[in-house]
């Protein structure tokens, strides 16, 4: 059998050319990175959580009317997704503040903000992802105006959905990043909520303890990723309660 083509491998995932045209199948890795790769791990089962995850939130956010690139689940680490134009941007929403938000304005972590905030980091690794103004997008042409009123109208629908669901569960919201795409439909583009979100890109805090069940547990050395992320699905039900704990890596088909 002829061996796939890779597209892409990223520092949590692999991008592998699809079965058909105009699809791409996304593997996602055990490997953990932060701080832009300075610190780095392989957390056995990641990966297989991730798919999970980002799998029932695209799902969940696709029978809202939120579009999304996902397609279907194909093993315990892959997933058919539509091949998209990625928009250079990480749109960040906030609705309470911590990470780099309390660093840059003093406000302590946990702190609620008025409204959900959305803010825009500019996609490269090799500056750390800067934080840019619609100014910036505008006149390096990232985006249009039209593309950044739908990624704002995109943003704040994962943000109202995503919050219900995790508070439905214990868990507050209190900030996460997505990735917006374009999709070409004859000479209409449509813009869809792209690459993963999991517990990777998102801060996820127990309503009643405050304990961390994101990926800040793995940046700030507070226990184990694995054991943090089977909580969050084993809360939503994305892993049955008395499942094995996953700790042996998954071979792909
Ligand atoms: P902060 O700007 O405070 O570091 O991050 C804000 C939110 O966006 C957090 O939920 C964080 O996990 C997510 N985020 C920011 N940059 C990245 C990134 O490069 N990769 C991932 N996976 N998440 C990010």
Known sequence: MARRKKIYEGKAKILYEGPEPGTIVQYFKDDATAYNAQ???VIEGKGVLNNRLSEFFMTGLGQIGVPTHFIRRLNMREQLVRSVEIIPLEVIVRNYAAGT?????????????????VEYCYKD???GDPLVTEEHIAAFGWASQQDMDD??????RVNDFMSGLLLGVGIRLIDFKIEVGRVFEGDFQRLVIADEISPDSC????????????KDVFRRDLG???DAYTEVATRLGVMPKNATPITKPTLIN
């Open 39 to 41: 610190k780095k791990a």
């Open 101 to 117: 938000m309390s660093q840059r304005l003093g406000l302590e972590e946990g702190t609620q903000l008025p409204r959900p905030i």
């Open 125 to 127: 690794d090799s500056l």
């Open 151 to 156: 990624i704002l109208s995109l943003a704040l």
């Open 203 to 214: 801060r996820l805090w127990d309503i009643e303890t405050g304990a961390k069940l994101d």
């Open 224 to 226: 184990n990723l694995a």
